[in-house]
């Protein structure tokens, strides 16, 4: 009977159920939508610098093994770490930042190819001419560019060579020298260097033995490297995802609370008739906190539909830079906090109605 | 109609507000209602009439002065203990039937015994016979808005009975309704208290309603001025 009780007083007002409803998944498709982007971005690293082929990686002094940074190493370091026990390869690779989380990765297209198996084309062709540029379907969708194409990055006039699948080293690519070129910044440099080792099996012993030769460049393996891209340890990634939470939870509070608000008012008579049938404190209370559960419910279904349109806008907008990813697991949280949230509002509300005088409420037009 | 009185009331007095703008509402009533009966409760507006029904009903706690409704003093008692009172011991028919606008009269009925403790499930085949008494069987699956007001106060009544209280109490039952419907109501009020014993208080302003009754108390300015 009480679930029918809190059912009809649902759908008495639909509009202002629905409303409520809308209200509460905003938050809701705030969190999942950020939650999706970080992860997007991670599982995006990760994919990337899988798709290397590279089982350790050389960062240059003072540099975070996590992230682009401007510090440099030379060149002639590739050459000598090659010559190391156990190492079949080493490549040089220069980052130049364009804005954003966006870089164009300088490689050295024949290293490249041996290291990670090579690009699988889409259109065009490999890097020839010094103004090539390759870039992989995402940034391709993302710019409306086709192979054959110009794109103007760091103020110079690029061509498109051609279009690669995703999920190699970076989105866009083009040859070292030339990079160094246009950055303007020397030659004779390179931002990170990777080893492919004769047997896998080695890793651990051949970062021993760099670590101690080079001990000035932070060395890791690629499987630690994979681990250290997550959002938990990105500190500043944590703290935002934090306070968007809190965010959700303080919309989702005033929205239900104002929402209850005006359903107890509107409903003073009908508490008055509960309460002259003898309904106590806790059974009102516990119609307003059952109906907030179910509009916390609602607004936590339309929140997770929200997030897919939200996630597919993005992708469709920008699916190179923000890559965007559809996490499960955070339904469950963000539903918590959205229902959390909306019981929380609810109390106000309800403890209002449980102190109504019956007579006074019964007088209510 | 028993000698003993389920409702005894002695020197009750009501005052709502405080200092210099407090008003005596009620100064001093005495009545006994036995067991059974239907008393009538006449007055003008400000008389105190609709106050006494509302001390009675346990909907506010009196001023001073003792109110023993069902073996219970509900003076000494507190929120908790009016709410049981409601629960337990009366029920209400009121001028606006104030019947829950998003039921339908059966769950309306259904609310009342689910929050009585008598369960909400079907009905009794005793209460099944008082709502064929008020002629509302096939009204039972309409909600408010869909019936007349004669056929909304009989829903109101049925859902009074349905948890079987000691006391009905009727606050102008018959103030919303046409002279038709008012006399079905008065008519099936004096029925249902000489078939069931069920005793009923109603307050009325009109002389012609509170002939319905087995006696009739006046009052008058917070008194009852004749019995």
Not at chain 1, 150 to 165: F, M
Not at chain 2, 191 to 208: C, K, P
Request: hydrophobic share 45%; net charge neutral.
């Amino acid at each position: 009977m009480i679930g029918r009780l809190v059912w009809e007083n649902i759908t008495h007002r639909p509009l202002r159920t629905m409303l409520s409803v809308l209200m509460i998944a905003v938050p809701v498709t705030l969190i999942l939508t950020l939650i999706g982007l970080s992860t997007g971005f991670v599982e995006d690293s990760r994919r990337r610098q899988n798709g290397v082929g590279a089982d350790i990686l050389v960062k240059p002094r003072g540099a975070s093994i996590v992230g682009f940074s401007n510090s440099t190493m030379p060149v002639s370091l590739v050459a000598k770490l090659a010559t190391e026990p156990h190492v079949a390869q080493a490549m040089g690779q220069v980052i130049a930042t364009i804005g954003g989380f966006d870089a164009i990765m300088g490689i050295d297209p024949a290293a490249f190819d041996r290291m990670s198996g090579g690009f699988v084309f889409l259109s065009g062709h490999p890097l020839s001419g010094p103004d090539d540029l390759l870039i992989d379907s995402w940034y391709a969708d993302q710019r409306h560019v086709q192979a054959g194409g110009k794109l103007n990055l760091l103020n110079h006039q690029w061509t498109v060579a051609g279009i690669v699948e995703p999920g190699k080293l970076g989105h866009i690519f083009a040859q070292i020298v030339p990079l160094e070129e246009v950055e303007g910044g020397g030659s004779g440099y390179v931002s990170q260097i990777y080893l492919k080792l004769d047997d896998k099996a080695h890793t651990n012993e051949v970062i021993g033995a760099l670590r101690k030769k080079y001990d000035e460049f932070p060395i890791v393996s690629m499987e630690e490297l994979q681990s250290l891209i997550s959002v938990d340890k990105v500190p500043l990634l944590s703290t935002f995802l934090l306070v968007v939470e809190g965010i959700g939870v303080v919309i989702g509070f005033l929205v239900v609370s104002l929402s209850m608000y005006m359903a107890v008012l509107q409903r003073t008579r009908e508490i008055g008739i509960l309460k002259s049938l003898g309904a106590t404190k806790g059974f009102i209370m516990g119609l307003i906190l059952a109906e907030a559960f179910f509009l916390g419910l609602g607004g936590t279904i339309f929140g997770i539909i929200f997030s897919y349109g939200s996630a597919g806008i993005i992708h469709r907008a920008m699916p190179a830079s923000l890559p965007v990813a559809i996490v499960y697991a955070w339904w469950p949280i963000s539903g918590a906090i959205a229902m959390g949230a909306a019981l929380l509002g609810a109390l106000y509300p309800g403890a209002i109605a449980v102190r109504m005088d019956p007579i006074e409420a019964l007088a209510y037009e | 109609m028993s000698s003993v009185p389920i409702i005894q009331i002695r020197d009750l007095r009501k005052v709502y507000g405080t200092g210099k703008i407090a008003v005596e509402a009620l100064r001093g009533v005495n009545l006994d209602v036995a067991k059974g009966e239907f008393l009538s409760i006449v007055g003008p507006s400000g008389s105190g009439k609709s106050t006494l029904f509302h001390i009675v009903g346990g909907l506010t706690p009196p001023t001073s002065g003792q109110v023993i409704v069902a073996g219970e003093d509900v003076s000494k008692v507190g929120d908790a203990g009016r709410t049981e009172l409601r629960r337990k011991w009366v029920s209400f028919v009121f001028q606006k039937f104030n019947l829950l606008p998003n039921l339908t009269a059966r769950d309306n009925i259904r609310v009342a015994l689910h929050i009585s403790g008598k369960g909400d499930g079907g009905f009794t085949a005793e209460f099944t016979k008082i709502v064929d008494l008020l002629a509302i069987a096939g009204r039972l699956d309409h909600k408010p808005a869909e019936m007349s007001g004669g056929e909304q106060q009989r829903v109101a009544i049925a859902r009074a009975l349905a948890t079987g209280p000691a006391i009905l109490l009727a606050d102008e039952p018959t103030g919303n309704l046409d002279t038709a419907n008012s006399l079905a109501v008065l008519t099936l009020l004096r029925d249902l208290n000489s078939r069931l014993g069920q005793t009923i208080l109603m307050i009325t302003h009109n002389v012609e309603a509170a002939e319905y009754g087995h006696r009739t108390v006046h009052m008058r300015d917070g008194r009852i001025v004749e019995n």
